[in-house]
């Protein structure tokens, strides 16, 4: 998966997942780490949000900031948006899994609009798959999640380094 090109600065990416209290939190919680330590945190702006409205203005699932914690990333800043049509003003808008992807692109406008993509599009590993929904599980799939995120984040900061060192 290309990144697509930027319409301004910063490149504006939006994570989403159903709750935005676990997955997308973490994947942007991790993100935004990851590109100030390459240095391209003026560059680049990460939110997040969820499909689904039940968590709105809370914080994060305890148990996704615990791991958080537990990896040395600051999780307290996250308070639960509800993802609308007006986040389609970023450069990209990243998917946790299939049913998030065909929840994002109904709010859209109709035909591909080439900014929406799954998350694992740009895993090395298991490309395009979901990321597994930890909430109704164990403190494993929390672990599992912040596995797939830092792997896959580490993929699309360095896209994003190339693509940004190129432009105009
Ligand atoms: P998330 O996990 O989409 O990764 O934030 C969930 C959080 C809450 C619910 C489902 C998934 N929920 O049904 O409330």
Known sequence: MDLPAPTGSPYRIAIVCLGNICRSPMAAVVLTELLDRAGLSDEV????AGTGDWHVGSPMDPRAAATLLAGDYDPTGHR????????????LILAMDADNYRNITALGPPGPSGRVAMFRDFDPIDAGTDVPDPYYGGEDGFDNVLEIVERTSRAIVT??????????
């Open 80 to 91: 639960a948006r509800q993802f609308d049509a007006g986040w389609f003003d970023h450069d």
């Open 159 to 168: 896209d994003l380094g190339k693509a940004l060192s190129t432009e105009g």
């Open 45 to 48: 702006e990460v939110a997040s």
